[in-house]
């Protein structure tokens, strides 16, 4: 089945003015190839104070979108805004009020903790000693902090949030930061994340693949799929305004699924028909009755991680994907 139109995201309403916005794509196109393009007119904000989690499949564009706002990449079309500033062309002022943390730690490969932290002191003017002292003590940073050799990923990993956060940055840009991690470690690093945005009021963009670090985070969702954005809403929002309709193949064809309102994505799986729609299962059961009178027609909320395989399902997965305007 060939992909139908392009599907409009669901965006999120709130309106911000520039002075409001730590982060901005703008029609934002990426290509590494010309064979290889990523992304394709991107467009979404991170605004001040706000928790954003990126999602998508391996491959999506999520580090892309990192390293772009980082001014580590330079767009082929669009525009990137990173705290009201062109990253690549200001990108010392940038860098100096944003964090970053990926999922390998960028420090010097034989520095210690210590000449690590050192450096960080030297090159943030508002680096807060203060706030160093506490984040080493909280995570037992202080044996570790000699030869690199003897801190565990973990520690590494906290070391890396410490550095992204002591000079109190605006924007903070977490990509995978706590994978790998064991299960306390990873909750410990997301709600320490989370304390420090509701202390110091940084904004945050993290990827990850686990939906419960999503969840913990709470704030919006922006969904990359196809090198674009699928979906852009708050956490609530996308759990309580979709609804997983399936009915077996024979009941409908796809030109009435064309037809049919509210229908965000539709795929074929094992002679089924499976299709996300707007709204509550009353409110699709409405919609669906219009063209179907069944009852072996299925409706269901729909989790977060629902909604997630569901949307980023692709041909190849076990079906023919069909996308709805």
């Known amino acids: 089945m060939p992909m139908i139109g392009a599907s409009s995201p ?26 290889a393009s990523v992304l394709h ?13 990126l999602l998508g499949r391996n491959g999506e564009g999520k580090s892309t979108l990192m390293y772009l706002a980082l001014g580590l990449l330079r767009p082929g079309q669009g525009r990137v805004r990173t705290t009201g500033r062109d990253p690549v062309g200001h990108a010392v002022a940038v860098k100096q009020r944003i964090g970053f943390v990926s999922e390998q730690p960028m420090f010097p490969p034989h520095a210690s903790g210590r000449e690590i932290l050192a450096l960080h002191r030297a090159l943030y003017p508002t680096w807060d000693t203060a706030l160093e002292r506490e984040l080493v003590e909280r995570f037992d940073l202080g044996p570790s902090l000699g030869k ?52 110091e009021g940084t904004a945050i963009l993290f990827s990850s693949h686990h ?53 965000r994505r539709v795929r074929l799986r094992d002679g089924q028909w499976r299709a996300i729609l ?19 027609v299925q409706y269901a909320s729909m989790t977060l991680e629902e909604v997630f ?6 041909a190849d997965d076990d079906a023919p994907t069909a996308r709805m305007a």
């Open 10 to 35: 669901l965006q999120s309403q709130s309106a911000a003015s520039s002075a409001d916005i730590a982060l901005s794509f703008d029609g934002v196109d990426f290509a590494y190839t010309r064979k």
């Open 41 to 53: 007119d991107v467009s979404f904000t991170v605004r001040r104070e706000e928790v954003v989690a």
């Open 148 to 199: 690199s050799s003897d801190a565990s990923k973990g520690q590494r990993q906290q070391l890396a949030l410490l550095c992204a956060v002591c000079h109190r940055p605006e924007l903070l840009l977490l990509d995978e930061p706590a994978a790998g991690l064991d299960p306390t470690a990873r909750r410990e690093f997301m709600e320490m994340a989370l304390r420090l945005l509701s202390r």
């Open 211 to 263: 939906m419960g670090d999503v969840e913990r985070l709470g704030g919006r969702a922006a969904l990359l799929h196809g090198g674009r954005i699928a979906l852009d809403a708050p956490l609530d929002v996308l759990r309580e305004a979709h609804t997983l309709v399936v009915m077996p193949q024979s009941l409908c064809t796809e030109r009435e699924w064309r037809a049919a309102p509210h229908v």
């Open 278 to 296: 707007a709204g509550t299962p009353l409110e699709a059961q409405r919609s669906v009755q219009r063209m179907v009178q069944s009852d072996v």
């Open 309 to 314: 395989v569901e949307f980023t399902a692709r």
